[in-house]
């Protein structure tokens, strides 16, 4: 079993800047990558960026140029660095985190964590 928290969301104003924090705990030697996505009310949650235990990094077409996913090693939390942030980048944002499984019947398969949830709110 592995536990996200997230941390640093809030309110901050057209143009600033956010820095999101996931921290994991548990059998975090067992997982493949993590990431954040984020949800508004009526819609899908999306990704937002993600990042494997190799570094590979991936952006949803939005984030790219503005904010950065990284993280020092598995073991060490997985930041979010938000910039130019925009009104449309108001959301709940959810910490993720993917873990390799195998049964009998699926075969190996992704099994997604996720944490509690985080408000972001970008408004003047």
């Known amino acids: 079993q592995v536990q996200l928290v997230e941390s640093g969301g809030g309110l901050v104003q057209p143009g600033g800047s956010l820095r999101l924090s996931c921290a994991a705990s548990?059998?975090?030697?067992?997982?493949?990558?993590m990431g954040w996505y984020r949800q508004t009310p009526g819609k899908q949650r999306e990704l937002v960026a993600s990042?494997?235990?190799?570094?590979?990094?991936n952006y949803a077409d939005s984030a790219k140029g503005r904010f950065t996913i990284s993280r020092d090693n598995v073991k060490t939390p997985v930041y979010l660095q938000m910039n130019s942030l925009k009104p449309e980048d108001t959301a709940v944002y959810y910490c993720?985190?993917?873990?390799?499984?195998?049964?009998?019947?699926?075969?190996?398969?992704?099994?997604?964590?996720w944490g509690q949830g985080i408000q972001v709110t970008v408004s003047s």
């Open positions: 993720n985190a993917v873990e390799a499984r195998y049964s009998n019947t699926k075969g190996w398969y992704d099994y997604d964590y």
């Open positions: 990042i494997t235990n190799s570094g590979s990094t």
């Open positions: 548990g059998s975090i030697f067992s997982l493949n990558a």
